[in-house]
């Protein structure tokens, strides 16, 4: 089956830093990627995509990267805010259906 | 514009016994997902329909079954409860089939099913 993982299930960062989220997935034939974002009691919320023709894409304050050559996915967050804290999912599809790693749990410290 | 919309949000069951769940895409979209989110874990795809065809099936029981109407809603059905059917229910929808390339699947909030 599919296997998409995340380096560390959870992580904490001082509010107004820079917050690095990785994944890592399983499926070179994969060709699209998402991130989301699940706040407590609430279904996951689309962060940003990216297409395997890409290596970087930038959205307001987020940035993710695709490396193929590894098969790793990063999610960049700038300016960490409280609002930020959340479990962020990566998510591949190899062409029929998404497959969604178990997440990592993103602490804000004020 | 109304997003992706389940119903019920919450509900309790009894093994054995049998529940539905209802979803409505956002407008315009013809293809929704069902997906399940066990506690700590992140979705697993349950079934995709689009155009009112079964388009993909994940790993899950025949206990499991699902259609989509005219109006490209959609229900989820679920017989013979067990504990294990506990968790969060999550409907996705996107505008066309999701397994092509840049189709962003959209998810509702979710219902969350307890079976006691």
């Known amino acids: 089956g599919e296997s998409v993982g995340l380096h560390l299930p959870t992580l904490s960062v001082q509010e107004g830093d820079n917050s690095i989220i990785n994944c890592a997935y399983s499926n070179s034939a994969s060709d699209y990627f998402i991130w989301y974002k699940q706040e407590s009691g609430k279904g996951p919320q689309f962060i940003i995509d990216?297409?395997?023709?890409?290596d970087k894409r930038q959205g307001q304050r987020v940035t993710v990267l695709l490396n193929k050559t590894v098969k790793h996915l990063s999610l960049q967050i700038a300016a960490t805010q409280p609002g930020d804290s959340a479990v962020y999912f990566c998510a591949e599809n190899p062409g029929n259906q998404f497959y969604f790693g178990t997440g990592t749990s993103l602490t804000v410290i004020p | 514009d109304a997003g992706v919309t389940q119903s019920p949000t919450h509900l309790i069951k009894t093994r054995g016994q049998h529940v539905t769940l209802r979803c409505s895409p956002i407008?315009?979209?013809?293809?929704v997902s069902w997906y399940q989110q066990v506690l700590g874990q992140g979705p697993q795809f349950i079934f995709q329909?689009?155009?009112?065809?079964?388009?993909g099936r994940g790993n899950f029981p025949d206990r499991f079954s699902a259609r989509q109407f005219p109006n490209y809603s959609s229900e989820l059905n679920v017989n013979a409860l067990l504990l294990g059917d506990s968790a969060l229910y999550l409907c996705?929808?996107?505008?066309?089939?999701?397994?092509?390339?840049?189709?962003?699947?959209?998810f509702g909030e979710g219902s969350w099913l307890t079976v006691v």
């Open positions: 996705a929808s996107s505008l066309a089939f999701a397994g092509r390339t840049g189709n962003t699947i959209y």
């Open positions: 329909y689009y155009e009112k065809e079964e388009r």
């Open positions: 407008s315009g979209h013809k293809s």
């Open positions: 990216i297409r395997s023709n890409m």
